[in-house]
């Protein structure tokens, strides 16, 4: 039996998930709020041709105010690194909160190529503009302090979404974001979303682009906006998602989270089946 279960636990690893492209973005690693254990299993359970990193890979702005950084940091950045040795074309597009990477535009790090924004061409053809977003952000190009303000409210309800899903695992209640339920209830919030998603949209529009692929604003989404594939492949510190493309250019959001609750369920329902049971409603 426990060699069925150890087995069942590695057998994601020994079969990872294939895409043609992935997108993930908003990792703000170096800070508590990031999901870095959750975001390495994503890693090591999936490949692509292509890995771009759209932005807040890193997060200088809490850095710069109070060091935090885990080994499971480190996993994250090394398991990139080593991804990018093995023949991924790894791309790196700096955001706000990792913006002093932005110097080095055009360089290339350990096999990483830095880009303030590229053009991904799909397997079926389709021209998709990708870059981090937040020069669509008004707050962040107007009144820099204020989104600095912002953004340290904003790691507050991170902490207390820590420790509020800290008390639900104890109760056997799965992963839920209090800061994303937050943000979807403040009507400012939404408008200011859907402002920036209209004006994403349009950069593509007026550049004769197929589509968008961004970060910046902590929702995944994939909607047609005046034509345009508007792509947000979200976060890992609320929704926990990616974009991905499938090796006939079709693009979905992947969330992980989700994909990791059922993949933990099936090998809990393992353990606390009799030994013969579990055995048989496997064959089954």
Not at 15 to 39: M, V
Not at 93 to 118: K, S, T, Y
Not at 244 to 260: C, S
């Amino acid at each position: 039996m426990m060699r069925e279960i150890t087995a069942r636990k590695h057998e994601m690893a020994d079969n990872p998930l294939k895409f043609r492209s992935i997108w993930i973005s908003d990792l703000h690693l170096g800070t508590s709020g990031c999901q870095a254990e959750y975001l390495l299993d994503f890693l090591k359970n999936t490949e692509a041709e292509y890995l771009y990193l759209v932005g807040d890979i890193i997060d200088g702005w809490a850095l710069k105010r109070s060091w935090y950084w885990q080994q499971s940091h480190n996993d994250v950045i090394q398991k990139v690194l080593r991804k990018a040795r093995k023949g991924t074309h790894v791309i790196y597009i700096p955001g706000n909160h990792d913006e002093g990477a932005r110097q080095f535009l055009g360089l290339m790090f350990g096999d990483i190529r830095i880009e303030d924004e590229v053009v991904h061409t799909t397997a079926d053809g389709r021209r998709m503009l990708v870059l981090h977003g937040d020069r669509f952000d008004g707050v962040v190009q107007c009144a820099r302090w204020l989104a600095i303000v912002g953004d340290r409210l904003y790691g507050i309800t991170l902490k207390l979404n820590y420790w509020f899903n800290r008390a639900r695992a104890r109760m056997g209640l799965g992963y839920w974001s209090l800061s994303q339920y937050l943000k979807h209830k403040v009507k400012k919030a939404v408008n200011f979303v859907s402002s920036f998603e209209q004006a994403v949209a349009l950069e593509a529009k007026t550049r004769g682009l197929d589509g968008v692929i961004c970060g910046h604003i902590h929702k995944a989404e994939m909607r047609d906006i005046d034509g345009v594939l508007y792509c947000n492949d979200g976060d890992w510190v609320e929704s926990l998602t990616a974009l991905v493309e499938l090796p006939n250019g079709e693009l979905k959001i992947l969330t992980w989270q989700k994909f990791f609750a059922e993949q933990a369920a099936q090998i809990n329902s393992l353990t606390a089946a009799p030994t013969g049971a579990g055995l048989q409603g496997i064959a089954a």
